[in-house]
């Protein structure tokens, strides 16, 4: 099945490479015999496939399998038709190479290959964060303040490099880093990287590009080739994870308030595997994801995803996921981004049950700003701008009062994206009204020419409108101006200026603009964010869901100011700047990655399963008032623009920073439970058996189910029948607590937990059966929890997501 199923893969691979048969691509190639860390570092019991000699050493190990490599390849096809590019060792047995399909397939036929894949490369998917998820009064206080929090925590950033001289990364002299001991990654050096650009804070720092080189993707003269961060993006996530408290954020001038990552006393390795403009490679980021395992990372932060689900029996049997599953092995924590392909259904990008895959939260933040007429009414927008110089009113001009004859014949010319169209006299001094247009929103448009198209004309400032294409109110990207300026985002707004310009007499309307860098906080609970990935997770090609809930946890990924390149261009409005305020499951990934450094950093002998159920059970799902917490179109019904939100939309809620680190109970699962799990699916056992070394149970055995992985949540795609489900908790808590169970049942199910009331003493596991009988079937998805509560205020919430089918 499996063999059959990849054979289609492989067909599928020569159909679409058929009109280039001589055209080489990347391709990852997967062998027999287990990796480095599968065989050395603890007791599996049963292993098949290992003729070793028993004295080798895993470096010795580690050179035999890449001479496994060159042997096969160089037996298979004669020199200089193909060119290697890594062989794999430590997380996976394999290798990359650059190959046409007739090659791949021949390499597949070979007994030793158990998988075969074209390369589908993967992209790049605070001021206010800090407090707003609690951390100076919580979390950071627990660990000595922002002062300590973290400190000896390694978190690994694979992303586009980082910006060195950013003052986010630069060593503490008042305070001095010290040196993490179990840490052993180097420093690249590079023109632009020189030495010295690493300290105790940023401790390591290597690029990995073999694949964009030979695929002709990488461009020297376009990106580093070096750790430099050439766009913007990895100092952003590095930053947001990492970065040192208090570091001012100053954009065109203006102050914005002061940045600090989640983790500020962490330290950052960096391993650079995407490029500018052109995403990255499976091939190379499999490479640093082994480095960093290597060099003894304790968190490993993506926030990165592929382009698509990977196609196969079992979206979990990539070797990107693979090797992850090893590096949860191997003891390191992985946080993925959930993907920004929301709100539609089974869009998430992150897929495996050893990933802790974050979703994105929008947040309450505003920066108001306000218009004076000079009929003293006020109209209030927004803007990050400074106000017009002192409290002097301004001569208003409206943009298509003061085109030049031929400019008003332009459709767009209200605009103001291109100064001469205008009549200078008729604007200089002045404040110029210009409009947003729908083609700001295509791309056509920009900010970046208003400003200096503003510039250019001598104005005072600008005021934008938006133009009656737009009902109701307009969600504008808010992006700093460098000039006196404020965006009127309502149509009503837009009308009471409008209203008073037209009614003044010529030259007499006057206006002054308040300015704002000053945010507003907000009493709102965080939303889900449109643009974040939904459930369920696919277990196939087919889109089959899998009995694992995906995604797992959601923090704030929208509007997060973090440290920026000073050359990067991924957000051409902050080009030269050195913080930026962009959106993303990309930016609420690393609010993951450092708080689980805090999580770490206090219970140091927790797994990485359960460091992600700490994370999970303790997130909120209900805001102050015990209302459910939000999303943006929520995955069950994306037709409505604000309803409940749901597991599939989430995962365990809305992080509680302060919580985690102090769980009580905590599901866990090691990479034994991982591999039964995956012996689970239709069809696996092959695979599992070749890539692990490890032996399934015989699959005609009342065998283990996918539901039954330890996970602090319960999905089942597919309740056709009665289905008992165990779950095991371990008390990390210090002293014995009395937990009571409460459920509340998903809409067409019944749910009986036993016990239901029990008594736990400190370091040790409780069982619990979950009966789940299907009593009215929809075949929708429905949603539900257990919740365990502690005598000690100790609570944890397991999300229930049920699809009941009629058998
Ligand atoms: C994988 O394992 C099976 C069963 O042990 C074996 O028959 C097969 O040859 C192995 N190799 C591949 C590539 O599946
Ligand atoms: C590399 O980038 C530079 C600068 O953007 C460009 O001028 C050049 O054409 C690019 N070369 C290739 C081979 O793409
Ligand atoms: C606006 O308010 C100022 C100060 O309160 C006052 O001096 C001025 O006369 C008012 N102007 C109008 C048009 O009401
Ligand atoms: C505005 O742009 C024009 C055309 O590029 C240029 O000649 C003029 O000097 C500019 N004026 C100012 C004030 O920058
Ligand atoms: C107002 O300005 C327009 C155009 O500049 C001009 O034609 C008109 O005569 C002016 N009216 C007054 C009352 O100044
Ligand atoms: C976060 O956790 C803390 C400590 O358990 C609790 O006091 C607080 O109410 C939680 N916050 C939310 C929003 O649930
Ligand atoms: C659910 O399981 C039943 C019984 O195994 C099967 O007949 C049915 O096709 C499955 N439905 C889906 C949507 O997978
Ligand atoms: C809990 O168990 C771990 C390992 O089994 C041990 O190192 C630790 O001392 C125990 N803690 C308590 C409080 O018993
Ligand atoms: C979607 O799920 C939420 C949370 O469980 C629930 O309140 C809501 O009624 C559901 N909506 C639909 C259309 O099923």
């Not at 499996?2 to 159909?15: D, E, G, H, P, Y």
């Not at 794999?88 to 070979?110: E, P, R």
């Not at 290597?294 to 090797?323: E, Q, R």
Request: include cysteine; charged fraction near 15%.
């Amino acid at each position: 099945m499996l063999r059959c199923f990849s054979l289609l893969l492989i067909c599928a691979l020569v159909l679409c490479w058929s009109c280039h048969a001589s055209q080489q691509h990347v391709c990852l190639v997967m062998l027999t015999n287990p990796p480095v860390v599968h065989l050395f570092d603890n007791s599996l019991s049963e292993r098949t496939h290992i003729y070793l000699p028993s004295q080798f050493s895993p470096i010795e190990y580690a050179a035999y399998l890449v001479s496994t490599h060159d042997t096969l390849l160089a037996s298979t096809f004669s020199s200089g038709t193909y060119k290697k590019l890594y062989s794999y060792t430590h997380l996976v047995n394999g290798f990359s190479a650059f190959l046409t399909a007739q090659q791949a397939d021949i390499l597949y036929q070979k007994e030793e290959v158990v998988l075969v894949e074209r390369d589908t490369k993967l992209s790049i998917q605070t001021t206010y964060t800090p407090s707003y998820l609690g951390l100076p009064g919580g979390a950071w206080q627990e660990e000595g303040g922002a002062i300590n929090a973290g400190e000896g925590i390694v978190i690994g950033i694979l992303d586009t490099g980082i910006d060195p001289t950013h003052p986010s990364f630069s060593a503490n002299t008042l305070k001095p880093y010290p040196k993490p001991d179990r840490f052993q990654g180097s420093c690249e050096v590079a023109p632009e990287f020189p030495e010295g650009s690493c300290n105790k804070k940023l401790v390591g720092a290597q690029h990995f590009a073999k694949a964009a080189i030979a695929s002709g993707e990488f461009n020297a003269t376009f990106d580093f080739a070096s750790p430099f961060d050439g766009d913007g993006h990895g100092t952003h996530t590095a930053s947001t994870a990492a970065g040192n408290n208090g570091v001012e954020v100053i954009v065109d001038g203006l102050s914005f308030g002061f940045a600090s990552g989640m983790a500020p006393r962490a330290h950052i390795a960096v391993y650079k595997a995407l490029y500018r403009g052109v995403g990255g490679f499976i091939a190379d980021v499999v490479a640093a994801i082994e480095q960093a395992v290597k060099d003894k990372v304790d968190i490993l932060s993506l926030s990165i995803g592929p382009n698509g689900p990977p196609p196969g029996i079992a979206t979990y049997f990539n070797i990107f996921d693979m090797t992850m599953l090893s590096a949860n092995k191997a003891g390191v924590f992985v946080v993925q981004a959930a993907g920004n392909a929301g709100p539609s259904h089974q869009s998430i990008l992150s897929f495996s049950p050893w990933i802790c895959s974050v979703a994105a939260s929008v947040h309450d933040r505003t920066y108001p700003n306000t218009l004076i007429l000079g009929n003293n009414k006020t109209v209030e927008g927004i803007g990050l701008a400074s106000g017009t110089p002192g409290n002097n009113m301004h001569n208003l001009i409206l943009a298509s009062d003061a085109l030049k004859g031929d400019g008003s014949t332009l459709p767009d010319a209200n605009d103001c994206q291109d100064p001469s169209l205008f009549k200078v006299d008729m604007v200089q001094g002045k404040v110029i009204i210009c409009s947003y247009t729908i083609d700001y929103i295509f791309g056509g448009e920009s900010v970046n020419k208003v400003v200096s198209a503003v510039q250019n004309l001598s104005a005072v400032g600008m005021v934008m409108v938006v133009t009656a294409d737009f009902e109701g109110e307009l969600t504008i990207p808010l992006i700093p101006f460098p000039i006196p300026a404020i965006i009127i985002p309502t149509t009503e707004g837009t009308k009471t200026l409008l209203d008073y310009y037209n009614g003044a007499s010529n030259d007499t309307a006057t206006v002054r603009i308040t300015g704002s860098a000053k945010a507003k906080f907000g009493h709102e609970a965080p939303k889900v964010a449109k643009f974040s990935s939904r459930g369920p997770d696919p277990q196939n090609d087919d889109f089959r869901a899998a009995d694992v809930l995906k995604p797992n946890i959601m923090a704030p990924g929208h509007m997060i100011w973090a440290g920026w390149s000073s050359v990067g261009i991924d957000s051409s409005a902050y080009q030269g700047q050195k913080f930026a305020m962009i959106s993303g499951t990309s930016m609420a990934t690393p609010h993951i990655a450092g708080i689980a450094a805090l999580i770490m950093k206090k219970n140091p002998q927790l797994s990485p399963a359960a460091l992600a159920s700490a994370l999970a059970t303790t997130a909120f799902t209900v805001d102050e008032h015990g209302e459910p917490l939000l999303a943006q179109n929520p995955s069950n019904d994306t037709s409505i623009e604000l309803g409940p939100a749901t597991p599939f939309d989430f995962g365990g809620g809305a992080v509680n920073a302060t919580a985690t680190l102090d769980p009580g109970l905590v599901f866990d699962a090691g990479y034994e439970d991982y591999v039964k799990f995956l012996c689970t699916i239709p069809g696996a056992s092959n695979v599992v058996q070749n890539a692990t070394g490890v032996t399934c149970a015989d699959p005609s055995s009342p065998s283990v189910a996918a539901t039954d992985l330890n996970l602090p949540s319960i999905t089942i795609a597919n309740l056709t029948s009665l289905r008992i489900v165990p779950r095991v908790v371990t008390s990390i808590a210090v002293a014995p607590e009395t937990y009571k169970v409460t459920i509340v049942e998903p809409r067409g199910v019944l749910i009986a937990i036993k016990p239901m009331e029990f008594t736990i003493a400190s370091n040790s596991t409780q069982e619990l059966s979950v009966t789940i009988t299907p009593a009215e079937s929809d075949g929708k998805p429905s949603f539900g929890h257990f919740l365990l509560s502690g005598s000690n205020g100790h609570r944890a919430h397991v999300p229930i997501s049920i699809v009941a089918q009629s058998s």
